[in-house]
């Protein structure tokens, strides 16, 4: 394979479902989780006679994101009728925009081993959700749960500028940031709330000529790690198949596969039946959307910083590296909350690396983000100024960080409690120094000596001195006082 | 059993037998009337029109259910409303008949087809919450053509309905059920839905009224829909201010409707039905007349009409509908396109009627569909389908669209000349039945001159203005400017007034 | 004359609109969809090609409802028409799943 050069072409389709209140044509709570058919009206579940009414929350956040996204947001938009027959679509067909998207033409950077890539936004267009099929354990018959039929849905079309497995991932990671940024979704990938669909092909070289395998599409990508897998697993059979069978673009068909996660392979999908003709035409329940440009003035006056410019921001200010500042700004609440415990006058190095360290730790254990861990900004800078200011050592913060998520007290007290406040006070510290000195006469003699053993001596010393101290000594101020009397 | 004797114990008396032929004759305005002062109980006029429904029904067909049981509970309750003193409303005690195709939860909604036959819909249509605001006690749900698809109620996937001025006739349709409801006096007032003539088209054959609103006047929420922006609903009546005081009630503003248009101000239509019409510009339409095929006896009818017309003082002026021949065509396509999508949902799934033995899910939908639909919604459906089909969307829907605009247009452009059109509601009066029903082509060329208003999305209004020879009710149709249905409801009331077709009952009913 | 419409695209047709047709129905559509197919091609009679489609009858625009969630109708009115139902779910022949 490897004597084969060739270049890959990958599109995505994104489909995010949006943080609103309600459905998006009825009022039937937007809410994952909640028992079978309860979250259901008669507007959902396509009862004869009912109509939709748009939500307005979701119409703006579609335009909060097609925004952010640098899109062209199209002044005159309607809704159209996608039709097919599936159990879990009650009318058989879906609210959707075909023709008329509410906006296009953007861009996304990414940046990809510190190289910027800018990635075009065909398109960015509102649709219904469809209700969900249980198959599991029942034999010959599905179960159908209505819960996310009408749940509004964001989709989101990249034109087919992806060159890699990788920057596809890295493309996924930008726009959940960004949505999550936005506030228009939590982009929770478990819950199903960002789907990935890659259009994947590849254009090879051989002898002078160039040959463009057929397109395949995967469906359904519930992960970056499965979006950034199956690539590299298309990628690869798609080599290999063309090298069998020569079939191109030209003269073989777009097909759609399936992902199976544990087998790590691509499976190729039986076609739905005449699934390509899906009669779209304008909805006449639904009334067309004008889009004024004060309205769309009023919703990017409320753009937050994206996640792009807050990311070089975090590095540049604070010295995060690339890495840590990615994770720290792809979610706004926890990037926000960094921010405000450092307004508190707290020392941002030490703050940065409490985020990196601890604190990104607790939150990875439990599967949630640092805002999420619930702890306040005040308690979170107290516990690095304690830090700054001597009060503890950053072992002992570590300790106190830990006790934080399950106490509402502050770290001082905590602190306390444990006995982990540093002693630096020198007349207390010169007791147990000349303690130690005493009892390890041996030890004194190496660390005055200089050569091989007196570095090592040195940090004995030191490390029974911070072990009589319980931990508490200053271990700065143990130094100098350990200095001073060995006479260095 | 209990029923009928309660029913008979109490039209018994003698004094009674007076009252039923005053109830007879009484229109829906004096009925509200004579109930709100105390000289009737709801009781008693609920007990009539069941007692008529009992006497005609059999052979007339008109109604899938009769709601006995809930309408007399109704009836007791606004008794007892005005005994304690209070208004239950304009409507107070006037029963209604409502086509099976609005959404009830009292009772199943059939779209008189197989595949919703023991259908219970979970909420109430927009119109039906208003009636029984209103004080209105739904007497039942009479017959239509299958999903309101049809213009003679032949293709009722539950029976036919026969015209009470000709049994061997058909009612017209879509809303054939609750056209002879009227016609046959088993109810005062009633409501059809209007798709491309389904309201207008009955009130000729029966020799009543019927009013197809503005698209957007009377909210479609709980509107079983077939095209979906032509459908509206309206109110069937023996006169004018029967019409009027049934759309006070059904007409304005509902959220949960897209397409209900919000108005600055409530019209009250009953109000301004006394103005005279002196100095109103009626316009006659050239291509109406033009085309073949009219029965010489309506276009002698409509030209008698039209002086009525002229002695109340309206001006007669001659416009030009240029794209009329077109209509039909246009209609065939919009109407059917958003039909196939709209009766998708139909599929054995969550709700309806489901094959009893499918082979698999696919056949779930195929069969139930198969089994469930009659021949004239498949039709309708497979057209629909194919013509919004990868090829042919263009050439068939798109064009469609544009001629939709050419005949809206040909609208605006004749209601700058004039303030009420003129037309005839049909070609022919009440044909017989079967006569049509293997030419769907030819059925429906019936609707040739009602369709045209469905597609501009103005109001249109049907009145009976003579009788043919044989003794057949001959339709006038009144076409207004969007939101204006004010007036043709004056226009026809000034008609009415000094005409007395309206109040002709058929023999068979008395 | 021609038919407008095949007999094969008529079976299409009603694959499409999930209706399973006897031979005898596709035969008898086939020649009912020609006539009117036939018919309707009156409308090419019209030059439109500067004239815009109204898909709306009425010419509204931005009707929107405020994001507010109100209670489902409870699972038991959801399902009270359902012809099959396990449970809180409708149930429905096994649907392929790969």
Redesign the interface.
Known sequence: MSDIAYKVIIGLEIHIQLA???KMFC?????FGD????????VC?GSPGVLP???????EYAVRTALALNCQIAKFT?WDRKSY???DLPKNYQISQYDLPLSYDGLLEISVNGEHKQIRIRRVHLEEDAGK???EG?????????NRTGAPLMEIVTEPDLSSAEEARVFGAELRALVRTLGVSEANMQEGHMRLEPNINLAIQKDGKEYRTPITEVKNLGSLRALERAISYEINRQIADWQQTGITLETGTKSTR?WDDNQGVT?L??EK??AH?Y?YF?D?D?????VEQLWVDEIKKNLPELPMIRRVRFRKDFGFNEKDAATLVEDRETADLFENALTLGTPVKTLCNHFIGFWSMHANQRNITIAQLGISAQRIAMLAKMVGEGKINPTAAAVIAEKMLVCTDDPQVIAEREKLIQVSDVSALETIIDEVLAANPKAMEDARTPGKKQQKSVGFLLGQVMQKSRGQANPQVVSEILGRKIGN | MDRFLKCRECLQTKKMKNVIEDILKMTATELVKDIKTGKLTARQVVEFYLRQIERCDREMGAFISILDDHARTDADKIDSRIAAGENPGPLSGLPIAIKDNMCTDFAPTTCASKILI???P??NAHVVEQLQKAGAIVIGKTNLDEFAMGSSTENSGIKITRNPWAPDRVPGGSSGGSGVAVAARMAPVSLGSDTGGSIRLPAAFCGICGLKPT??RVSRYGLVAYGS??DQIGPFGCDARDIALVLNTIAGYD?RD??S?PLEHAADFTAAMEKPIAGLKIGIVKEYHAQGGIDPEITQAIEQAIKVFEQSGAKIIDVDLP?T??A???Y??VATAEA?SNL?RY????????TPN??????????S??EG?G?EV??R???G??VL?AGYYDA?Y?????????I?QDFDKVFEKVDVICAPVAPTPAFKIGEKVND??TM?LSDIFTISA????IPALAIPCGFTNNNLPIGLQLLGKHFDEETLLRTAWDYQKKTDFHRQIPEMVK | MTDA?TEQ??R??????????TDE?VRQ?TR??S???A??K?????D?AN????????P????????????????E????????R?????????????
Do not use: W
């Open positions: 609103t209140e309600s009022s039937c709570p937007n809410h028992p079978p058919n309860s979250n259901v009206c008669p579940m009414v748009m939500n307005k929350k979701a119409y309607k027959y599936y159990p099929l249980l198959h029942n034999v010959g018959f599905s179960q159908v749960d209505l399936g499976v999908q039986r039946e005449e003709d009669r304008p006449p639904l009334v067309p959307v004008v | 023991d259908y219970r979970p909420y698209y957007g922006s032509l959220h897209s397409t248009v794209h021949d077109y039909v065509a246009c065939y396509l196939s998708a599929d054995g799934v969550h709700y309806g009627y489901r499918p082979t698999d899910y696919i056949d779930v939908y195929s069969s569909r198969a639909f021949d498949k039709r459906i497979m057209l389908t194919y089909s068939y798109l064009k469609a669209l544009k001629v939709r605009t050419l809206k769907p082509l429906y469905n597609l501009a999305g | 419409i695209e008529v299409h047709v009603a694959k499409l609109s999930r209706l399973k047709l129905q559509f009912q969809m006539d009117i197919l018919y309707v009156k409308l090419n009679e019209l439109t004239v815009k489609p109204t898909a709306h009858a009425a509204l625009r931005n009707v929107f409802r405020e994001d507010k969630a109100a209670a489902g109708m409870g699972v009115k959801v399902l009270q028409n359902a012809p099959d396990d449970g809180p779910f409708f149930k429905v022949p096994r649907v392929l799943a790969d």
